[in-house]
């Protein structure tokens, strides 16, 4: 993958740490560009934890309520600012056990923020994108992202753990897409033992 997308950027707009957790909180299944879309205004009302702290869930939810699941999203961004503020000292935790303890943050949201705050690999960020892709190449049958996650970081060397989830991404979305993945013109497709079956599912490889 690193040939392919040798330098990846986040797709999610954010000007500094605390902007990140909000936004990888607010990602989980829904687009980034959805987030993009209402994170500038977010943002604009409640610009750091303090005053995200002190807000109103509710407003908070008219404002995201674009994306999916956004009262609980509102919910889970207030608390966590208000625990940032309360346990850290405004400052966003740099290790997984504290970040995991945010509300609404799992090991997906932990392992990004750590990456690319605070450039701490301390595991794989996985996705839909990155599970899908898991699964495909036979690199797992998990049945779950963080079961998932496990497999990978037993798989592969942990100098390539850190760009994963960015490059998986991309080629999530540009070539093993969830549905009528482009097989024809994957790199991978020598390797990949799904590669053209009808919806790029293990087990179904055409002859």
């Excluded at 109103?56 to 961004?77: C, L, M, N, Q, T």
């Excluded at 049945?143 to 996650?149: N, V, Y």
């Excluded at 897409?177 to 055409?206: H, I, M, Q």
Aim: hydrophobic share 40%.
């Amino acid at each position: 993958m690193g040939e392919l997308y040798p330098q990846v950027e986040s797709a999610l707009w954010f000007d500094n740490f605390f902007e990140l957790v909000i936004c990888v909180l607010l990602s989980a299944q829904t687009t980034d560009a959805a987030v993009n879309k209402v994170t500038p205004e977010l943002f604009r009302r409640w610009p750091d934890a303090p005053s995200l702290a002190a807000a109103d869930p509710d407003e908070v939810g008219e404002v995201i309520r674009s994306i999916g699941f956004w009262r609980a999203k509102a919910a889970h961004a207030v608390e966590s600012a208000q625990m940032i503020v309360a346990d850290f000292g405004g400052e966003v935790p740099a290790t997984m056990e504290e970040l995991t303890k945010l509300p609404g943050v799992g090991r997906k949201t932990a392992n990004i923020v750590l990456n690319k705050a605070y450039n701490i690999v301390d595991g794989i960020a996985v996705d839909t994108h990155v599970f899908r892709i898991s699964r495909r190449l036979r690199f797992s049958d998990a049945p779950t992202p963080l079961a998932c996650e496990q497999d990978l970081l037993a798989l592969l060397p942990k100098e390539l753990w850190g760009p994963v989830n960015e490059q998986w991404i991309h080629f999530g979305r540009d070539i093993c897409t969830a549905r009528a993945p482009k097989c024809g013109g994957c790199p991978l497709a020598d390797l990949c033992p799904s590669c053209g079956s009808a919806e790029g599912n293990p087990g179904r490889r055409r002859r």
